[in-house]
């Protein structure tokens, strides 16, 4: 046996993570680039303060005041409305695609997506022992939706994992299309829209959200680490039927969100319109870079996010490096040949479109 006396399957697998290396301009991880403001910061100190002074006891399990408040957030997003009791919060929404297959997959059981997609929901898969199938998406890197109703009644998943808009490429779902895919899993199965990018949908874009009523095997997930600049606090949450909140109860670890933490968001959640007040101009400045880089010939995918997919290259790898090397990371993902640009500050984005032109003509 070599140490560690790690399980096979995990042997010689490298830790997942973009590359955190400390350059002048960050343009791979879609990360809002307007942090939050001073009275935000200060709002969010002075209830960290508050906590502190309570830290003996264990934190609200059930996080009552915070999913009230995201409730109500979430309830802009649609005329139905959404109750506290259809929403439940975690530590990012990476910690509750995880809850959702410790409930909902497992052995035995299969999770779907299609490709080009998230590329953790294949960890999470391995992680709770759950069969993982990628069908694709077609050359546009929409839903191919007789090819997915194929692929859905071949495995007859228990979950399927729809990012929308859709890392890496930026496409958003359209609503027919997740309600076929809702009857056609039906009570077997959930369907996961992850809307992790939500808030820069383009205008006529509808949320999942407004599915809900119609589907009870529809989890919608969203995330404050995008449109709302707080990746660092690492809180995500879904809107579902009450019955999955509560089959998560089950596989939760106590106390998962710790007073901090609940205290931390929901003082920035009263800033919310603040926060997204970025959210026009980031929508504004990806909708100029989509222009820009097909003005340079290059292909672009259509985008719902605050990030760009565009192509394609010879060898990414290169043009990737020679961006680096003038200082602006952006993200060797997606298909072959494609690379990923996450939209900054105006200041941000023109030195990577410098960078950008310097590297292809290198590159040429
Ligand atoms: C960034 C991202 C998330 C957010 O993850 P958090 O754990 O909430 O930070 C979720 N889904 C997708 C597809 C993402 O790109």
Not at 96 to 103: K, R, S, T, V, Y
Not at 294 to 309: E, H, I, K, P, T
Request: glycine share 8%.
């Amino acid at each position: 046996m070599t140490f560690p006396p790690l399980r096979d399957e995990l042997r010689g697998i490298e830790p997942y993570g973009a590359p955190q290396l400390d350059v002048p301009v960050c343009l791979n991880t879609n990360e809002n680039p307007y942090g939050p403001s001073e009275a935000c910061a200060d709002d969010v100190a002075a209830a960290v303060r508050e906590a502190a002074a309570g830290l003996n006891r264990y934190p609200d399990r059930e996080h009552v005041a915070l999913r009230t408040a995201l409730a109500d957030y979430l309830s802009r997003d649609t005329p139905h409305g959404i109750g506290v009791e259809q929403v439940w919060a975690a530590n990012g929404s990476n910690e509750i695609m995880l809850q959702l297959l410790q409930a909902f997959g497992g052995p035995g059981r299969t999770a779907v997506s299609f490709a080009p997609t998230y590329s953790m929901y294949p960890e999470y898969a391995r992680d709770t022992h759950t069969r993982w199938v990628a069908g694709r998406r077609d050359a546009d890197f929409g839903l191919d939706l007789d090819a997915a109703r194929a692929l859905i009644e071949a495995e007859r998943p228990h979950v399927v994992l729809l990012p929308s808009p859709n890392n890496p490429t930026g496409t958003a779902l359209e609503p027919a299309a997740i309600t076929a895919l809702c009857e056609l899993v039906g009570d077997d199965g959930l369907v996961v829209v992850d809307e992790a990018y939500g808030e820069f949908r383009r205008e006529g874009t509808t949320s999942a959200l407004e599915l809900l009523p119609a589907h009870r095997n529809l989890v919608v997930t969203r995330t404050m680490s995008k449109a709302f600049a707080a990746a660092g606090l690492r809180l995500g949450y879904l809107a579902a039927d009450p019955a999955i909140c509560d089959a998560i109860r089950v596989v939760r670890l106590p106390y998962h969100l710790s007073s901090v933490t609940q205290a931390a968001a929901l003082a920035a959640l009263g800033h919310a319109p603040e926060l997204l007040g970025y959210v026009d101009t980031l929508r504004a400045e990806r909708d100029a870079t989509v222009e820009w880089l097909r003005a340079q010939g290059l292909q672009v995918a259509d985008s719902d996010a605050n990030f760009v997919l565009f192509g394609t290259f010879a060898d990414r790898h290169a043009v990737w490096q020679a961006v680096l090397d003038r200082g602006v990371l952006i993200r060797e993902t997606g298909p072959d040949g494609w690379l990923r640009v996450s939209i900054g500050t105006p200041e941000e984005m023109t030195e990577f479109r410098d960078a950008l032109v310097a590297a292809m003509k290198e590159q040429a």
